[in-house]
Nanobody, 125 residues
Framework: QVQVVESGGGLVQAGGSLRLSCAASGSIGSINAMGWFRQGPGKEREFVATINRSGVSILYADSVKGRFTISRDGAKNTVDLQMNNLKPEDTAVYYC??????????????????WGQGTQVTVSS
């Protein structure tokens, strides 16, 4: 089994920055892709970014491309999300997710096997 825990959320003004961190523990050898999703008020959970174990393969949602950067320490099974130039529409609960080994990175929420509890990010205008 794998446990996923996020940290680093908070309140920031528009244009500011935050860094989210996620740590996976347990059977971490069984993980390949790790990613971030978010769910804003009254919205469905949506893809933000994902990265494979080696850090070579990365995908971003168009809405965050150029502002957010995902990075990973494969040995430690941690993944970070650096968020710059934040906008009020980035306000959401951010979730870290992990996908089993043997499968590639994906934007599809239902293809992730393990999820964290989420961390709140609020961007004020």
């Amino acid at each position: 089994q794998v446990q996923v825990v996020e940290s680093g959320g908070g309140l920031v003004q528009a244009g500011g920055s935050l860094r989210l961190s996620c740590a996976a523990s347990g059977s971490i050898g069984s993980i390949n892709a790790m990613g971030w999703f978010r769910q804003g008020p009254g919205k469905e959970r949506e893809f933000v970014a994902t990265i494979n174990r080696s850090g070579v393969s990365i995908l971003y949602a168009d809405s965050v491309k150029g502002r957010f950067t995902i990075s990973r320490d494969g040995a430690k099974n941690t993944v970070d999300l650096q968020m710059n130039n934040l906008k009020p529409e980035d306000t959401a609960v951010y979730y870290c997710a992990a996908r089993r080994s043997g499968y590639s990175i994906t934007r599809v929420r239902t293809q992730y096997d393990y999820w964290g509890q989420g961390t709140q990010v609020t961007v004020s205008s």
